[in-house]
């Protein structure tokens, strides 16, 4: 699966020297007019030189500066002709309406849930079904506010019998050490790549004791998508670091975990409904009486 270039160059501004992180930022600045410096310009502007252009394209896995260029301008022309002009990171101004901020939102949350729905892999959205409906144990994995959006899959799946857990940060070491073969694994990490973090750093280890693993990253994250199997791709618009809110990431997320929740329950369709409409039932009825207990 192809990583978004835009996400590897953020990368760039807080992990690598500072000739790099240069050269990063002005392309994140500058994106929409990149292609209108030559080599030349751009090795002034960002206080670097040529030689160093070129080797932070190469660096990225392109032949050098033009062949890197060339890629990100048709990665920037995808965008700018498959999204509305409201960016992702500030979709609002301290200029705008209430109306048009409302407006604003719902439209990059809509985009956000097309792109997802436009780069699923349906082979491995089958695979991670399988693997939820036929597991001993089902985890989450991720930190916050990840776990958070795991908590409404949690209970979504409770509805149906099904139990889930979501591991708050700082346990889930512990919880990966007890998982095996028998159990499933969902790990929500947005950018997938910082090994040294929780949860990525726990997964050479469940991959060694067999557990069944099952990704949710952007396509900027490529431990993640070279680590594990069945990975369900993030739609990836929004900066890691400089933005508002997570608006488009957590709706991805959201369209995800509930695309997962709606396979599951379409394996035993009228079990699940009968199971959940009985459920909601006994709930109410107890509800009901709990009130009337009290009136009284």
Known sequence: MKMRLLQRIEEYTVNQNQTKRSIAEFILEHKLDIHKYSINQLAEKTFSSKSALVRFGKSLGFSGWKDFLNHLIEEIHYEQTHYSQIDPNIPFSNRDSYQEIISNIATIQMESIQDTADKMDFDCLKNAIDMLSTARRIVL???????????????????????????QSGEIGLTASGLTKADTAIIISYSGNDVAREPMKFIPQMKQQGVHLIGLTSEGGGYIMREIDTVLTISSRERLYKKISNFSTEESILFLLNSLYAGVFSKNYLKNYNFKVQNSMNLEETRISHQTDIKE
């Open 141 to 167: 994995l991720g930190v916050s506010p990840n776990n958070l959006l795991g908590e409404l899959f949690r209970r979504k799946m409770a509805a149906i019998g099904k139990s889930v857990e979501v591991i």
